[in-house]
C-alpha cells in the first residue's frame, strides 16, 4: 500500500502522519507536520465556502483524503494533557470541514468529547482546504474532573454539511503517547488554519 508524504514544516511530528482509509482504519506514515510549540495568538483564521450543494460545491473531507495526526502541547510535555489534532487534505481537490471533530478518547468513550462553543471562528462557516493545507483542533484531555479513566485509541469523526450528520467512518488517530489519562473535563475546539487559535483555548486550563 503506497502512502502519501507532505511538504516539510517548522518541526517533525514524532508520530507520523496517517493516511486514513475508506475502512475506517489508518496506515502510518513518517512524515513531517507543523511545529510543536504552541502558536501565537496572532495566526491568522482562513475562513472557507459553502455553495451549499450548487453547481462548484467543495465538497466535505472524507477520511480518503485526509493525513490524521495529533500532537502533545508543548512538544516536551510529560503529560499528555494537551494535544493539537492535525488534518491535512492529501487529495487533489478542495474539501470542507464543517463543525468540530466528533472525537472520541478510548474505545469504552460514552460520548464524544463537549465542544468548546466560543472557540468557532466564524460561526456557520466551513474551513476549507486546498490540497496539502492544514486544520487544527486542541484538545484538552483532562480538566481536572472526576472519573479519569485510560485511553489507549483516538477516534476521529467528520462532520457533514447538514448538522447532526458524519461523513464516513470514524478514523483512527496515531496516539500521542501510549496511554491518555482522560477526565470528565475533556474538550474540544471547532477546526480552524490557525493552530495558536485553537491552542489558547486549552493551554489555560
Not at 483564521?45 to 493525513?67: F, I, N, P, Y
Not at 489534532?85 to 469504552?108: E, F, M, S, T, W
Request: charged share 20%; with cysteine; proline share 6%.
Amino acid at each position: 500500500m503506497s502512502v502519501k508524504s507532505f511538504g516539510g514544516r517548522r518541526l517533525a511530528v514524532a508520530t507520523g502522519l496517517v493516511l486514513a482509509l475508506g475502512s475506517g482504519l489508518s496506515a502510518q506514515a513518517a512524515a513531517t507536520g507543523p511545529r510543536a510549540g504552541g502558536g501565537a495568538a496572532g495566526d491568522s483564521v482562513a475562513h472557507g465556502s459553502d455553495t451549499r450543494g450548487g453547481k462548484g460545491a467543495v465538497a466535505a473531507c472524507s477520511q480518503e483524503a485526509l493525513g490524521v495526526s495529533a500532537v502533545k502541547e508543548p512538544a516536551d510535555s510529560k503529560e499528555a494533557r494537551h494535544l493539537l489534532l492535525i488534518v491535512q487534505n492529501a487529495g487533489d481537490k478542495k474539501c470542507n470541514l464543517y463543525r468540530h471533530p466528533l472525537l472520541r478518547l478510548g474505545a469504552d468513550a460514552r460520548t464524544t468529547v463537549p465542544v468548546i462553543e466560543e472557540s468557532d471562528p466564524d460561526p456557520g462557516v466551513p474551513v476549507t482546504l486546498a490540497p496539502g493545507e492544514e486544520a487544527y483542533a486542541a484538545v484538552l484531555v483532562s480538566g481536572g474532573a472526576r472519573d479519569e479513566y485510560e485511553a489507549k485509541s483516538m477516534a476521529l469523526g467528520l462532520q457533514g454539511r447538514q448538522p447532526g450528520s458524519q461523513v464516513g467512518r470514524p478514523i483512527d488517530v496515531p496516539m500521542p503517547a501510549p496511554t491518555l489519562y482522560a477526565d470528565d473535563g475533556q474538550l474540544v475546539t471547532y477546526w480552524t488554519t490557525a493552530s495558536g487559535f485553537a491552542l489558547d483555548f486549552i493551554m489555560s486550563k
